[in-house]
């Protein structure tokens, strides 16, 4: 089993850069994909990114291709969320994710494969 815990979030203005922490508890985060999802009020969670056990394979929703980047530090149990260029429709809850995974590239924007949640950090970006 794992705790994650994000942190990061915050209000900034349109254009500006966030970068979103995910930290895991536990000694097998390395045995996990982690993901990256949003939920904006009123909306239903969304994905934005995903990252392999590796960390050599990613994979971004549209809607965050060319501003988000994820990435991991297995040695840190940690997982990122750099978000540049950020827009008012960004404004969502953000939630990391992890699952079990046995292939080491693996990932996936399956909502529903993800079996371990974090408590979600705000982010606000105002016009």
């Known amino acids: 089993q794992v705790q994650l815990v994000e942190s990061g979030g915050g209000l900034v203005q349109a254009g500006g850069s966030l970068r979103l922490s995910c930290a895991a508890s536990?000694?097998?985060?390395?045995?996990?994909?982690m993901g990256w999802f949003r939920q904006a009020p009123g909306k239903e969670r969304e994905f934005v990114a995903a990252i392999s056990r590796s960390g050599s394979r990613t994979y971004y929703a549209e809607s965050a291709k060319g501003r988000f980047t994820i990435s991991r530090d297995n040695a840190k149990n940690t997982v990122y969320l750099q978000m540049n260029s950020l827009k008012p429709e960004d404004t969502a809850v953000y939630y990391c994710a992890a699952r079990p995974s046995v292939s080491r590239l693996s990932v996936s924007n399956g909502l529903g494969e993800y079996d371990y949640w974090g408590q979600g950090t705000q982010v606000t970006v105002s016009s």
């Open positions: 536990g000694r097998t985060f390395s045995s996990y994909a």
